[in-house]
């Protein structure tokens, strides 16, 4: 292993830019994971920016399993617009309209700027 190797960065450690509950999506920067614990705004939260989690969708879109899923901030929520969203992962499990959450594939990537 190189001399100067940190860690995988699969979990990080961030500041939290607002209060946040374990499982809610975390951006900071260009960087997003998933919450792994509770923290108040401005305290340490470790995030999990890869791995298969269950997270918001909006409701009017239909997800098929290996869809490419973008991340809305304002909405707080996954779709499949990439126009103005963040692409964050692919679909594991399929969601028909009308359903509420989707498990994803965080990919682990973080894009330089929204539509990227």
Do not use: C
């Not at 098929?64 to 809305?72: H, R």
């Not at 964050?88 to 989707?102: E, Q, R, S």
């Amino acid at each position: 292993m190189a001399k100067n190797f940190i860690q995988d960065g699969r979990l990080l450690t961030v500041t939290a830019p607002a209060a946040v509950s374990s499982g809610d999506m975390v951006k900071v920067g260009s960087v997003f994971g998933v919450a792994q614990n509770d923290a108040a705004n401005g305290a340490d939260v470790v995030i999990d920016t890869e791995g298969v989690h269950t997270l918001p969708v909006a409701s009017a879109v239909v997800v098929a399993i290996g869809d490419a899923l973008y991340w809305d901030v304002a909405d707080g929520e996954f779709n499949k617009t990439a126009a103005s969203n963040w692409y964050l992962g692919t679909a594991v499990t399929a969601a028909p309209n009308g359903t509420a959450v989707v498990q994803v594939r965080l990919n682990g990537a973080m894009p330089a700027a929204a539509g990227a």
